[in-house]
C-alpha cells in the first residue's frame, strides 16, 4: 500500500512538471525542480542554449516562437509578454522538438523570465501602421525596450541581446545607454537585426536574375529605415552587373520593403511573418557563433567604427562572445558613396534621438 501511495505521489509531481507551463507563477518558478540549472531541458534533448523572447505573444513573437522552438540548438525556450502568453505557451509546447518552452506573463514575471538566459530577442513594441510617424513609433517603443533592457541588465547581463523593435536605429542606442548606466555595457553582445533587409534585397535581386534567393548574398549596410537602408549592389555574390535602372529600382524596392507589406495588408499590420523568418535566421547565426563554428557572418546594426558614426550596420563575424571582428564596407561605386552619405545624416540623428530619450 505504501508503495502504490508513493508511486501515487511520484506521478503527481511529474504531472505538475508537465502542467506547471501553463501556470507560470513566480511561486513555481521556485518550487519546480524541472526549472533548476542543468536539468531545465526535455529528457533525452542534447544541451543547447536558453532563449528568451520578449514580445512573445505579438504579431512577430508568435511566428517566431514557433521557429525557435524547430531550432536543434535551443534547450530552453522563455516566451514573455504582457499579455496572452499562456495560451501561446500552451500552443508551442506542443511541438514535438527538443526545447522546453516556458510562459512569463506581466511585469512581475520578467526577471524570471530573463534568469540565465544565453540569447534575448526582443520584438516587443507596436507595429507601424499606416499614417503613424516615426515619432509615434519612437515615443511608445523606447519605453518598452529601455524597461526590458533594465531586466536584462540585471538577470542576464552577459546575454547576447538582439533587438528588433523599431526604430532600430534608435532602440539600439537606447539599450546601450541603458546597459551603460547598470555597468554592464558590451557592445560586442548587443546586435540590431537588419536581417530582414538582407533577406528582401537576396529576393529582390534573385528575382532580377532569375535566381533562387537562397544562392544570393547582397550585403546591406547602414541601419534600418528608410534611406538609412543601402543595399552594396557591386558586392552582390555571385558577381554580376545592373543597369542603372535596375540598381534604381532594387535599391528603392529594398528600402521601401516594410512600406510595401504595411500598404498591402491595408491596416491589418506590418511585416510579421517575414521578419519572424529573418530574425530566426539571425538567431540561429548568433547560437552558431556561440557553440563555436568558424565563419558565421551576417549583417547588423552594432556599435562601430566602420564610420564615423557611433552605431552603423555592416557584415560583422558571430563566436563565442557575440560579435568576433566587425568588417569594412569594402569598396562603393558613386551610386552608394551618395547613398551611404545620405543614410549617415539620418541615421546621426536617430541615434541622438536614441541616446537623448534615457539621459533626458
Known amino acids: 500500500m505504501e508503495q502504490a501511495q508513493g508511486g501515487g505521489d511520484a506521478a503527481a509531481r511529474r504531472m505538475e512538471r508537465l502542467a506547471s507551463h501553463l501556470r507560470p507563477t513566480s511561486s513555481q518558478m521556485e518550487e519546480v525542480p ?89 520584438p516587443a513594441g507596436v507595429p507601424r501602421k499606416p499614417g503613424m510617424t516615426r515619432d509615434d513609433l519612437f515615443n511608445i517603443n523606447a519605453g518598452i525596450v529601455r524597461t526590458l533592457c533594465e531586466g536584462i541588465a540585471k538577470c542576464c547581463p552577459n546575454a547576447i541581446v538582439n533587438v528588433i523593435s523599431n526604430p532600430v536605429n534608435s532602440t539600439v542606442p537606447i539599450a546601450a545607454e541603458v546597459f551603460k548606466k547598470a555597468g554592464t555595457y558590451d557592445p560586442k553582445r548587443l546586435l540590431g537585426v537588419t536581417t530582414l533587409d538582407v533577406v528582401r534585397a537576396n529576393t529582390f535581386v534573385g528575382e532580377v536574375l532569375g535566381l533562387d534567393p537562397r544562392d544570393v548574398n547582397v550585403p546591406v549596410v547602414g541601419g534600418h529605415a528608410g534611406v538609412t537602408i543601402l543595399p552594396l549592389l557591386s558586392q552582390v555574390n555571385p558577381p554580376c552587373s545592373f543597369t542603372s535602372e535596375e540598381i534604381s529600382y532594387l535599391t528603392t524596392r529594398i528600402q521601401n520593403g516594410g512600406t510595401e507589406v504595411v500598404e498591402a495588408k491595408a491596416g491589418a499590420g506590418s511585416a510579421t511573418l517575414s521578419m519572424a523568418y529573418a530574425a530566426a535566421k539571425f538567431a540561429d547565426a548568433c547560437l552558431r557563433g556561440l557553440r563555436g563554428d568558424a565563419g558565421i557572418v551576417e549583417c547588423s546594426y552594432v556599435a562601430s567604427q566602420v564610420t564615423e558614426l557611433p552605431f552603423f550596420a555592416s557584415k560583422v563575424q558571430l563566436g563565442r562572445c557575440g560579435i568576433e571582428e566587425i568588417l569594412s564596407l569594402g569598396p562603393l561605386n558613386e551610386f552608394e558613396r551618395a547613398g551611404l552619405e545620405k543614410a549617415k545624416k539620418e541615421l546621426a540623428e536617430s541615434i541622438q534621438k536614441g541616446v537623448a530619450f534615457i539621459n533626458k
Open 34 to 122: 524541472l526549472l533548476r540549472g542543468s536539468n531545465c531541458r526535455a529528457k533525452g534533448a542534447a544541451p543547447g542554449f536558453k532563449v528568451a523572447i520578449l514580445g512573445a505573444s505579438g504579431g512577430i513573437g508568435q511566428p517566431l516562437a514557433l521557429l525557435m522552438k524547430m531550432n536543434p540548438l535551443v534547450s530552453v525556450l522563455h516566451l514573455y509578454d504582457v499579455v496572452n502568453t499562456p495560451g501561446v505557451t500552451a500552443d508551442i509546447s506542443h511541438m514535438n522538438t527538443g526545447a522546453v518552452v516556458r510562459g512569463f506573463l506581466g511585469q512581475p514575471q520578467l526577471e524570471n523570465a530573463l534568469t540565465g538566459i544565453d540569447l534575448v530577442i526582443i
